[in-house]
Every structure is written in C-alpha cells, then in structure tokens.
C-alpha cells in the first residue's frame, strides 16, 4: 500500500511560480516510478510529467515543456513539480502518482499508475 500526499497548490498570476510536493509514505518510495498529472475544470484528467525511480529519466506534456521541472527525492520520500511562468491555462486539480509495475519507461496514462494522492488545486489568473 502507498499513500500519496500533495502540498503546494494556490492562487497565483500569471507568470509566477509554485513547487508542488507530494510525500509518499507506505512501501519503498525510491523504488517506483512517479508522476504528476492535472485535471482543469470540466476536462479530463491529463499527464503532465513523469520521473523513473531514480530520476534518470523525466517526460513532459509538450504544454509544459520548458517550463516545469519534475524532480525527487528518495531520501525524503517526496516527489516535486517546480511550475514556472504559470498560465491561466494550467489551472487545474494536480495529483501525483506512483507506477509501482515500471522502472523505466514513464507512462502518460492514467491506467499506468497504481497508486494516487488526494489532489491540490492551482489557480493561475490573467
């Protein structure tokens, strides 16, 4: 069993900037591949980034390229998603999630993780 913790969200303009983390406690955090997905208002839930177990590799969502950086650490037990230069268009509920099957490839659905937090909202204004 994992369980999956988010902290960070807000309210923020745009251009600004929020660290999201999300703290995982339960079975071994270094050992499972993590990701960061996001749902906006009415829309579906959607990929945003993800990092193998031991960070050496990251994906992103092709809208936050350049932008946001997805990070972590396994002494801690805690996974980051550092959001800059934020647009009204990445408001949304973020979750993180945890692929407890994979190692080293990140996957961009949802079907793909097995574990999920309980969401923060971010909120970006003109």
């Known amino acids: 069993q994992v369980q999956l913790q988010e902290s960070g969200g807000g309210f923020v303009q745009a251009g600004n900037s929020l660290r999201l983390s999300c703290e995982a406690s339960?079975?071994?955090?270094?050992?499972?591949?993590m990701g960061w997905f996001r749902q906006p208002p009415g829309k579906e839930r959607e990929f945003v980034a993800g990092?193998?177990?031991?960070?050496?590799?990251?994906s992103y969502t092709p809208s936050v390229k350049g932008r946001f950086t997805v990070s972590r650490d396994n002494r801690k037990n805690t996974l980051y998603l550092q959001m800059n230069s934020l647009k009204p268009e990445d408001t949304a509920v973020y979750f993180c999630?945890?692929?407890?099957?994979?190692?080293?490839?990140?996957?961009?659905?949802?079907?793909?993780?097995?574990?999920w937090g309980q969401g923060t909202q971010v909120t970006v204004s003109l």
């Open positions: 990092i193998t177990w031991n960070g050496g590799a990251t």
């Open positions: 339960g079975r071994i955090f270094s050992s499972y591949l």
């Open positions: 999630a945890a692929d407890v099957n994979s190692g080293a490839v990140v996957g961009t659905s949802q079907w793909d993780y097995d574990y």
